[in-house]
């Protein structure tokens, strides 16, 4: 997490390394399977970084207008989501 973090925040500051996007989009993939779907809405707002790269991927390359608004809302309701799972299963088990 704290890669994707820092990888995040070296693209906002525009220094954009395809090969680390290449790294992160990789686990990104990873987390978009593996997510129970009670916490979808929570992962799309932290992804939405790398989508905004995908899409200008996509296109061929282009312009990128970088907000990490929804990401940075989305860390925090991802880590709560995460602990309230764990902290069920530690209850519960």
């Known amino acids: ?7 995040i925040a070296a693209t906002a500051e525009g220094d954009v390394d395809m090969n680390m996007y290449a790294v992160q989009e990789r686990w990104v993939r990873e987390l978009e399977g593996t997510v129970p ?26 312009n990128l207008t970088f907000n990490t608004d929804r990401f940075k809302d989305g860390a ?7 602990n309230e799972k764990v902290g069920y299963k530690k209850a519960a088990g």
């Open 37 to 62: 779907e009670d916490g979808k809405s929570q992962l799309e707002d932290y992804i939405d970084p790398i989508n905004q790269m995908r899409d200008v991927v996509a296109a061929g390359g282009g």
């Open 76 to 82: 925090l309701s991802t880590l709560t989501y995460c």
């Open 1 to 7: 997490m704290s890669d994707y973090a820092d990888f």
